[in-house]
């Protein structure tokens, strides 16, 4: 009787837990070749755009399921089960049956040799600023609707490929530099390339004797110059709602922005200056942090010595650290503070808005150096589930776990091209296997604390800044301008709020710089308290520009050029 009824819970076992599987192929018509890389299977009970538009870290995410395929051949077939690892349902089991759109894209990997002696396989940027759902080169199939069943399977051919992007092209105000990095190159063991889009001043091709102060915007990866537009909102244009900042017509707000800094960049008597956003995706994310890392390499020297000394000179920089500033939100909020500290005589003042994590008792709202778990707080009975992001009523949309689980599913190795793993690219030491040492197991929570002590020791601005004060301190005094929402998206006030309780207690020099919050705002106020988060966030590129000038005016050496940029 006792064998039946174990006979029974296994067949009802094995039921409960019968799972679709999906045949994935492509023909040698789009690759005569194998191929390394993520298979990424997309359900949607959307049909309002392609599945592989609509996977994110929201409540309103459509499912995904990846696996990892290496030396896959053309007409081979690699059948996803449930080993695959999905997000938001985790297994494929666990997909209810019925009707979906279906899509499967194949995210390709490239192998690098490095010079540390891994070998390792990853996803170049080629172009698109690291999404994989957009990168040329990249294999996918046309959308179809199927029927899915516990026990059926689906054969999809990856019959399309994402095409190659054109590169940007010159205009009278906008231009562009590309560069071959020599320390990345070595360090990756292929041609590496830097780039940035640079605004030029206006008379910047009549005034070839003027020489210009040059201020870098740091932000993620932009394809063109961001927010300069030198005609007037297309009155045609269809208004889009803003969940994010809950208005209507944002598409059209960002139009008129982006004309009016061109016609304040035109108009007479305002400083004539390069702004330069610059480029370096990578094969971990769509920029590199601006700092050496030992997974990435060197890029923060290849950045300081490679490409601004190139900027400077073939747009006629002034070429010293007087007359160079450094802005940005976000991950360009902590590449600004970075690069001024590890810089500190390259530059002559950060703004730092919403910036990444600086101190990494406030990692959004996980303590590494005291927690043991990310995923939750825990007591003595109860475990609540740590927060990663809030809207504007302060609900959570996204936890830890749920965020770090997101990236699984796109990307095995730290290879998702999304937030989490790349901070453990940058921050943290190399593995065994290559591979970012992982701060976080992503299944389970659990922090590894000696990955934590490597990055406080290496990465951790604020301990930085508090364990160097001595000789940082003089060459920073008056440079450092922090700025954060108080009610930020992600949690990053909780940093700041560590950073400036040390700030607060400088002496010798004291840092005599700022750090203010806005009340009630969310992700990525800046310093504006005069506008709308809505509305400041549009205007980095002249809401700093008098202090810029006025600091420079201040700080300049003895026989400085201050004038031939004046005219």
């Known amino acids: 009787m006792l064998r039946r009824v174990a006979y029974t819970i296994l067949i009802l076992s094995a039921a409960a837990f019968a ?261 370096h995706a990578n094969p971990y994310f769509d920029d590199s942090y601006a700092v050496n890392s030992a997974n990435l390499g060197p890029y923060g020297d290849a950045i300081e010595t490679e490409l601004v000394p190139a900027i400077e000179k073939q747009f006629h920089g002034l070429g010293q650290g007087w007359a160079r500033f450094v802005y940005g939100g976000s991950t360009g909020g902590w590449e600004s503070l970075a690069v001024q500290v590890f810089y500190p005589e390259h530059y002559n003042g950060a703004f730092v808005a919403c910036p990444d994590p600086v101190d990494f008792r406030g990692y959004m709202t996980v303590n590494l150096y005291q927690d043991k778990n990310a995923f939750y707080i825990e007591g003595p009975h109860a475990r609540v589930p740590q927060p990663a992001a809030r809207d504007y009523l302060g609900r959570i949309y996204a936890t830890v776990q749920s965020a770090n689980q997101y990236e699984l599913a796109l990307g095995s190795h730290a290879r998702s091209g999304e937030q989490y793993d790349i901070w453990q690219a940058v921050f943290g030491p190399v593995g065994e296997d290559g591979y970012p040492r992982p701060i976080l197991n992503k299944e389970t929570g659990v922090i590894d604390p000696a990955v934590a002590a490597y990055w406080k020791q290496h990465y951790d601005l604020s301990a930085i800044l508090q364990r160097d004060w001595a000789t940082l301190g003089p060459k920073l005094q008056g440079k450092l301008r922090i700025y954060v929402g108080s009610a930020d998206t992600y949690f990053l006030n909780n940093g700041v709020y560590y950073l400036e309780d040390f700030l607060k207690t400088t002496k010798n020099p004291p840092y005599d710089g700022e750090v203010k919050y806005g009340d009630r705002a969310e992700h990525c106020w800046n310093g504006d308290p005069t506008q709308p988060n809505y509305l400041s966030r549009l205007h980095y590129h002249t809401m700093y520009l008098p202090t810029i000038v006025e600091r420079m005016e201040k700080t300049a050496p003895k026989g400085a050029d201050l004038k031939s940029w004046r005219y």
């Open 19 to 279: 799972a679709p599987t999906f045949s994935v192929s492509f023909p040698k018509s789009r690759s005569d070749q194998a191929l390394d890389g993520r298979i990424l299977l997309l359900l949607s009970t959307d049909p309002s755009a392609e599945p592989r538009m609509q996977i994110s870290e929201s409540p309103n995410t459509q499912m995904i399921f990846g696996v990892d395929v290496d030396g896959m051949q053309p007409g081979q077939t690699k059948v996803l089960d449930d080993s695959a690892f999905g997000y938001p349902v985790r297994y494929l089991h666990e997909v209810r049956p019925g009707e979906y759109y279906v899509q499967v894209v194949l995210h390709r990997y490239e192998t690098f040799h490095r010079a540390d002696g891994h070998t390792v396989k990853l996803p170049m940027d080629r172009g698109e600023g690291q999404h994989w759902n957009l990168a040329p080169g990249n294999l996918y199939s046309t959308p179809r609707k199927v029927t899915v069943t516990t026990d059926g399977n689906v054969a999809i051919s990856l019959d399309q490929e994402i095409p190659p992007i054109e590169p940007p092209r010159d205009t009278k105000y906008i231009r562009h530099i590309k560069i071959q990095s020599q320390l990345l190159t070595q360090f990756w063991g292929r041609p590496m390339f830097l780039s940035a889009n640079v605004l030029v001043p206006e008379g910047f091709d009549t005034h070839p004797e003027a020489r210009f102060p040059l201020i870098l915007s740091e932000d993620h990866f932009n394809y063109d110059f961001d927010g300069f537009r030198t005609e007037p909102p297309d009155p045609d244009l269809k208004p889009d709602y803003s969940e994010r900042f809950h208005i209507s017509g944002y598409n059209r707000i960002q139009q008129q922005e982006a004309y009016k800094l061109y016609q304040q960049w035109s108009g007479a008597n305002f400083p004539r200056v390069l702004i330069a956003q610059i480029n």
